[in-house]
């Protein structure tokens, strides 16, 4: 029994080490990114254990098995050898996530999982962040290589005595029992607990503020959250058919006495133009532009990645799941799009984006959203303009654009997204220098992509289809970071612009105050144009009564109603705060405001129950 003995406390110190490692990646992750949380607490760090626990025991339930399985075979030199490589080399991979969302979480500001490193058409992404990653953030990597030595050099061996020849049906019993016990406590403590429900994802906020759930998550954990689980979203049944439709519908029935104005339509999806990198020096002609445009100062993005902002300004779909419409199994629903519904008006329609075709999935989307024509890297015509890691340089690529849509027939509907703003922020060599820095690392390449736009407008403004055009321009997402500590909040984090410009509609300009999301451009598009159409919308057109914005980020649904924003989590308010007066979100209002949040969770479950129920039972179509 001593040599068996002594298995058990191998296990438990090697159980012990990699427990320390995670908390060791954890105050890496906060000590690294302290702008991006609130003070750490000792609520934070049990917390915190509680989610390693659990993911830890997950990934070891097999190795318990083979470090206490009986039988005299498990003493071997070379079992042994195998066990501790395998033991190493699986908790290693996974230790390596921890690591890669250190700096991955600024640009998500989420944890990563399952289906976002997974996602088809997320391999360029990958190998294209490596290299740029490794440069920038070589010193993760050496950590990382520091940890993975000091990991293999405490990993303790097994120290035996003499091996008795035959166990006794006594001892089998006896190490079978205490085997099964084991592996009941793995589970136990891989669910979290004896609670009724397994632990979850959301149950991060548990833990501290809202601001540092992720801190109290682990990226192994989110991870084998969701690795089994076909898809995140559940019917929820808040409402019945009758009361949910007299609460919300998404379906947006569009009517004017009006004809229809066959003007073009292009929109420009700006990569990481969030508001923290407009009208602070870096972007002289979109200021200049939205002077003369009809801007929605507070303009929100639906998401937090590329993926999530393409189907939520061209299909009015949201990303309210922890997967990305565009790369969920939910992605060949039916949808009625913008494209869809230009096409039925006699339009050409087309998308642009200058990454290596099948980048972000965005052709396979492009091919389900209905449009005609789709340009990547590969159709890409003119001078060489690689930029070495994404695409084609911003500046090449939409002039590239500006001639193929004098190529299109009118009247035209055409989108194109952007990418040298994208990480690693390359701009041509030619313009080293050009443009200023700015206080955060993607401004620079911020200011060559203004650049390539006025560049793109002096060229569009000579062609015949200009004037009648409608140009809407938002950003994809923000980006990584800004300078001011407004940038950083659950609001800061989603705040974009957005504004629509009509050269030909020197009526249609001004500044819209009302709360306005990329789920609304759709709409709003239409509207303008006097399309008649009925639809499923879940955003509203910018001349709609409503005000509201609703953004989903890792189990947690924000809601934002005039001058209010609510955070819904596990089936229940979180915080209410008045964001224009308390814009750093410091005041809760929740126990002080009970008819508010009342009022406001009435609507929200009801946007969730139809966002749901719509998404689960494919009628994005009416």
């Not at 830890?56 to 071997?76: C, D, Q, R, V």
């Not at 929109?267 to 200021?287: A, H, K, M, V, Y």
């Not at 569009?460 to 997402?477: E, M």
Request: hydrophobic content about 40%.
């Amino acid at each position: 029994m001593n040599n068996y003995k002594k298995c058990v406390t191998l296990f438990l110190k090697r159980f012990l080490l990699i427990v320390l490692i995670y908390q060791f990646s954890r105050l890496l992750f906060y000590f690294l990114n302290p702008n991006l949380f609130d003070p750490f607490t000792f609520q934070n760090f049990l917390g915190g254990l509680l989610f390693d626990f659990s993911a830890i025991s997950y990934l070891n339930i097999a190795f318990i098995i083979a470090h206490l399985i009986p039988g005299n075979f498990k003493y071997s030199n070379r079992y042994q050898l195998v066990l501790k490589i395998s033991f190493y080399c699986i908790n290693l991979i996974f230790i390596a996530t921890n690591f890669i969302d250190v700096i991955y979480y600024r640009f998500t500001s989420r944890r990563s999982t399952y289906k976002m490193i997974t996602a088809k058409g997320m391999e360029h992404e990958v190998l294209g962040l490596i290299p740029s990653f490794l440069k920038e953030f070589w010193y993760v990597a050496i950590l990382f290589l520091i940890i993975s030595v000091l990991f293999w050099k405490l990993l303790p061996d097994l120290k035996k005595n003499t091996i008795p020849k035959h166990l006794t049906k006594s001892d089998y019993f006896i190490k079978f029992t205490f085997l099964t016990l084991s592996v009941s406590t793995l589970l136990i403590l891989g669910r979290g607990g004896f609670q009724k429900k397994t632990i979850k994802i959301v149950d991060g906020i548990k833990y501290g503020a809202l601001s540092n759930a992720a801190l109290v998550l682990n990226t192994p954990f989110t991870i084998l959250k969701t690795i089994a689980k076909k898809e995140d979203i559940d019917n929820v049944n808040y409402y019945t058919s009758k009361e949910l439709k007299s609460i919300y519908t998404p379906v947006i029935s569009l009517q004017s006495d009006k004809p229809a104005i066959k003007k073009n339509v292009v929109i420009l999806i700006l990569e990481s133009f969030g508001d923290e990198n407009i009208r602070r020096g870096q972007t002289p002609f979109l200021d200049s532009l939205i002077t003369k445009s009809y801007y929605f100062k507070n303009g929100f993005a639906n998401g937090k990645i590329s993926i999530d902002a393409v189907p939520s300004i061209l299909s009015s779909i949201p990303s309210l799941m922890n997967n990305s419409f565009i790369c969920s199994g939910y992605s060949l629903n039916k949808i009625n799009g913008l494209p869809k519904i230009f096409k039925k008006e006699g339009y050409n329609t087309s998308f642009f984006h200058g990454a290596f075709n099948g980048s972000q999935n965005f052709d396979q989307y492009a091919k389900v959203a209905g449009f005609d024509h789709y340009f990547g890297k590969d159709q890409y015509t003119g001078k060489a303009a690689f930029d070495g890691t994404w695409g084609i340089f911003d500046e090449e690529f939409l002039q590239f654009y500006a001639t193929r849509l004098n190529s299109f027939k009118q009247p035209f509907f055409s989108s194109l997204f952007t990418i040298s703003s994208h990480n690693p922020y390359t701009i041509p060599e030619r313009y080293n220098g050009k443009f200023p820095k700015g206080s955060t690392t993607i401004q620079e390449s911020i200011a060559y992509t203004d650049f390539a736009l006025k560049e793109f407008f002096k060229t569009a403004k000579k062609q015949d289809w200009y004037n009648n055009t409608l140009f809407v321009i938002s950003a994809d997402h923000t980006s990584s970071g800004g300078d001011k500590d407004i940038d950083k909040t659950n609001i800061g984090k989603f705040r974009i612009p957005i504004f629509f410009f009509d050269p030909s509609n020197s009526g249609f300009i001004g500044v819209n105050k009302k709360n306005f999301q990329q789920i609304d451009i759709m709409p709003s598009i239409l509207d303008y144009l006097n399309i008649k159409t009925e639809m499923v919308s879940f955003g509203k057109s910018y001349k709609a009564p409503e005000n509201f914005v609703v953004f989903y980020l890792q189990g947690t649904y924000h809601y934002i109603q005039d001058d209010y924003y609510l955070v819904f989590a596990n089936n229940h308010t979180n915080g209410l705060y008045n964001w224009k007066k308390d814009i750093l979100q410091k005041n809760n209002l929740m126990q002080q405001d009970q008819s508010r949040v009342k009022k406001y969770e009435r609507f929200l479950k009801a946007y969730i129950q139809s966002f749901n129920e719509r998404i689960i039972n494919n009628k994005l179509v009416i």
